[in-house]
């Protein structure tokens, strides 16, 4: 009798056993696992909220099914710590078998990835980081963010044609600062004018009072800044209590600084600061009205600049699936990513076949009230701005 139950127990285990070994690779087919890494939790995570909310968008107003697969977005905080990002790339990929990596809120965070992206031959969307040479770092690299050379030339050639000959520099100590500072100067100084100052403030825990005083005692026609997404605010409210918005130095900035998330926040002493940047919520077309109506409604914020890179990299996920059929070898869907072009809520956009970054159009922006909030009002435009510096090579 014992022997027989134990008989039957084991050929049922057995059975079932063989039943989800022959269901598991269907079910697994259908299913296409998209691994969004983010800074959910420290100083960067407004760029977490602002990706997730627009991915999870993008999937609840397209479905969340292409080319016959299920999407599952799997989001993972990663504190915006680069060990945490590539232990986490790395169970993504072996645990849970994703066919995309997503995400990358900082620069280091994405050159943290890079070599497993290459190991794994995982298309990696980049759509936050926005270091130049992040492309560089592995063949299965597409981004959908921006590059800090490919909009800081905006705001230096504004700056040359409004009488800005003596500029100072300030920038957060990372590459994305690194390429802002040469960016800036390059152009500036080709067109005549003269950096006179330069300053790098540590990205993490920054005080600018110090660098600030130094502005004040030397005068520059402009500051020019660049930190990234999120510390603006606090950039603006030491440059307030220097009494620097009253000393007649002009502050310019790339787009980072005055972000859509903080930005009416600021008060009214940031009106009027000039700007160049790929995205803001003013932006005026149909795509962006749209956009900015359904994220406010989701999300309760105003969308900003790494939202739209969110957006996009959900729909350059989305597409290249569709032109895959739903196969999901990554060298094919990297293939299929090259060279594809839309019409993003920022404008008309495209992904460089050579270079795999971004192509698309910076503004030049000024601060001003709309409805009594404050926005980054675009008044010229730059079209199909590669990023300059693989442009160059
Ligand atoms: C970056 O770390 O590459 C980065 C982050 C936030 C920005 C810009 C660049 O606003």
Redesign the pocket.
Known sequence: MTSKIAFSRRAAIALGGALMLATAPAMAQETVKVGLILPMTGP?AS?GRQIEAAAKLYIAEKGATVAGKKIELIVKDDTGTPDVTRRIAQELLVNDKVSFLAGF????L?FAVAPLATQSKTPMIVM????SS?TEQSPFILRT?FT?PQVTIGIADWAAKNGIKKAMTLVSD???GIDAEKAFKDRLTAAGGEVTGEVRIPLRNPDFAPFLQRVSDTKPDALFVFV???VGSQFMKQFVERGLDKSGVRLIATG?VT?DDIVDSMGDVALGTITSHHYSAAHDSAENKAFVAAFTKAANVRPN??AVGGWDGMHLIYEALKKTNGATDGTALVEAMKGMKWVSPRGPISIDAKTRDIVQNVYVRKIEKVDGKLYNVEFSTFEAVPDPVKAGK
């Open positions: 960067f760029t809120g900082l620069t280091p994405a936050a980081a926005a270091t992040i963010s800090l990372y590459g994305p990234p997404s999120g980072d972000d600049f790494m």
